[in-house]
């Protein structure tokens, strides 16, 4: 709506207008096809699943209605044909009880478009911590976001198909009015073993008074400790107002029904401040960036963080955030919870004891587990804390991705102890798969963005196949072109990861050469220089660099299984963790084990 005011006697005292002009707002045409599932199908667990479409911006296309075609629902038991409205269709995968595979897909199509799932781990195994994701930080427009509270929760449960939310609105525009419904619906919408809702909201202290904190609630009726009220236009009665983050930490209850979310978004915080007891997990990306360095500053203070993702997101869709073509750059992230069932209690422990793993917005299926050399006996998960002496120690790491694995390392705090990838599959036809990649940000603060130009040119080889972007959202910035000879770029990034996946081949002359300009720094190298391991440039920037190397061409290598010997950890806390990076941009991070050594 278009709000018009007029001054109608010429004294300068205008009004609104009966009926100001207005329209409608719709999405885009079908861009994608998107099936999201459960990730843990067992005998005592249904697996609701929903297959949807959206525009080239995330918008689902509410307005469209037809038949998606399932291609493999007899072994899902389901109809190979689905009817569709609102630009959804949900659907039941059966319990499974005569299935010898380990892991499932969903394949749907619609028209030209194709989608597979993200993987659903066959669960054979009682009282195994299942997956359950979550959107634990985002708002709505009754604070910074975009539609009600009502659609916000609607959304994330019948669109997003998150399992676990929580709204999470700046404490400075939180009314307690507001306070009130958002324990209202929170309340509401939980129902154990479908939808797990957490009341909280955020913490928005100045970097200076701490910087931003997700508080969450295990239940309602908990108290809202604003670092301020600065945009309330009235002041509320009763407030207990707490402008810095050490006041937080004291008002916070200290009876394991809280927890506090370090993260960076618009007021970065300051981890010079930090209470263990309630402060159990730190962000690593959001719509506003990646942040890999806040986990690596945390865990090199001793901090005994997890981590998790999230959107941050302002647009109205949690669970399912993607950036438009102004404020943010970056697909919103998502949580994996590993707990023993979908109800608050079993979710809000697992947070607590730091059981969860962070991806940019891929369902990946990660089991990290520390086990002892000879009899592999488990001793630790991903978040645990364990004290050891000379015991030999096995890192046993199961990843299934929703793309091709290009790589998984092994941390120790800030440093990488392991580097695995998957071989490459040799191409018949002689063509090299060629990632040029750049990651970086301007500053840590929210000026964040940085702006990417780069170009390509080519001598005795040449581009031979389609040319692929990687994390190009804002598709009115982020272009390319390719002339034959020539092709260069445009793009944006903030601490993630933009890149062109590039088929070339050399000429039958070979000493094939490209040379990059990027941001202004030259890299000349020849093509049989660049392999799987990457050829890596540091560029001005935070965190900014240029990578250059080899990847795959297909779907080939999503499941990857590691057993590494960890045999050079010092004394004193070793903080273990595991990133995952895949051929389509998607990063997933776990919490660390913390092996403290005697």
């Known amino acids: 709506q278009l709000k018009v005011l007029v001054d109608p006697f010429g004294v300068g005292r205008y009004v609104e207008v009966i009926k100001s002009p207005s329209f409608t707002i719709i999405h885009g045409d079908p861009y994608k096809l998107v099936t999201i599932t459960p990730s843990t199908l067992s005998q005592a667990l249904k697996a609701p699943s929903i297959i949807k479409i959206e525009d080239k911006w995330g918008n689902p296309c509410r307005s469209l209605s037809g ?3 399932v291609t493999n629902s007899k072994e899902l038991g389901v109809e190979e044909k689905l009817k569709f409205k609102n630009g959804k269709a949900n659907l039941i995968i059966k319990p499974i009880n005569r299935l010898g595979k380990q892991f499932l897909l969903i394949a749907a199509r619609y028209r030209s478009l194709e989608a597979v799932s993200n993987p659903i781990l066959v669960d054979q195994i009682k009282n195994q911590p299942k997956y359950f994701w979550a959107e634990l930080h985002a708002q709505s427009g009754e604070t910074v976001g975009t539609g009600s509270i009502e659609e916000y929760f609607d959304f994330a449960k019948n669109y997003a198909l998150v399992d676990i939310l929580s709204h999470q609105g700046n404490d400075f525009e939180v009314t307690n009015n507001f306070w009130r419904k958002i324990n209202q619906l929170s309340a509401d919408y939980n129902k154990t073993g479908e939808f797990v809702t957490f009341p909280g909201y955020e913490w928005s202290g100045n970097t200076s008074r701490g910087g931003d904190r997700n508080v969450i609630y295990l239940d309602e009726n908990q108290g809202i400790f604003r670092s301020s009220q600065a945009l309330i236009d009235d002041y509320q009665s009763g407030a207990v107002d707490v402008p810095k983050v050490q006041d937080l930490f004291k008002k916070i209850p200290h009876n ?10 618009g007021r970065r915080a300051n981890l010079d401040n930090h209470n263990a007891y309630v402060e159990k997990l730190v962000e690593v990306h959001s719509c506003w960036g990646t942040f890999e360095w806040f986990l690596f500053e ?15 997101g302002h647009d109205g869709r949690p669970g399912a955030s993607y950036p438009g073509s102004a404020h943010f750059v970056n697909q919103g992230g998502l949580t994996c919870v590993l707990a023993n069932q979908l109800d608050r209690q079993n979710v809000f422990e697992a947070l607590r004891n730091r059981h969860c793993y962070a991806t940019t917005g891929a369902r990946m299926i990660l089991n990290v587990n520390l086990k002892e050399g000879g009899n592999e006996k488990n001793l630790a998960t991903m978040g645990d804390i ?3 002496n000379k015991t030999t ?3 046993s790491v199961l990843v299934v991705g929703t793309n091709v694995l290009e790589k998984v390392e092994i941390y120790n705090k800030n440093k990488v102890i392991k580097t695995v990838s998957p071989l490459l599959n040799k191409s018949v036809d002689e063509i090299k798969y060629i990632k040029i990649a750049w990651t970086g940000a301007k500053s840590l603060g929210k000026n964040r963005i940085k702006d990417w130009v780069g170009k390509l040119e080519l001598s005795k080889c040449h581009i031979a196949g389609k040319i692929e972007p990687v994390n190009f959202f804002n598709h009115l910035k982020n272009k390319f072109t390719n002339s034959g000879k020539l092709l260069t770029w445009v793009g944006e990034t903030a601490g993630n990861t933009q890149a062109l996946i590039v088929p070339i081949k050399q000429n039958e ?7 990059l300009k990027v941001n202004g720094k030259a890299v000349s190298i020849s093509f049989d220089q660049i392999k799987q391991r990457a050829n890596k440039y540091k560029l001005d920037g935070l965190n900014s660099y240029l990578e250059i190397y080899a990847t795959s ?3 080939e290598s999503t499941v990857l299984n590691i057993k590494e010997k960890l045999t050079k950890l010092s004394k004193g806390l070793n903080s273990i963790f595991i990133k995952v990076t895949q051929r389509d941009g998607q990063i997933a991070w776990t919490s660390p084990i913390f092996i403290k050594k005697q």
């Open 298 to 312: 945390a865990l090199k203070r001793n901090y005994l963080v997890g981590v998790v993702a999230n959107s941050d």
């Open 256 to 265: 394991k029904q809280s927890l506090l979310i370090a993260h960076v978004g």
């Open 386 to 388: 364990i004290t050891i």
């Open 553 to 555: 061409k297909n779907r």
């Open 67 to 69: 038949e998606f075609r």
């Open 509 to 515: 002359s070979g000493k094939g050469e490209l040379n």
């Open 393 to 395: 120690l096995i890192l």
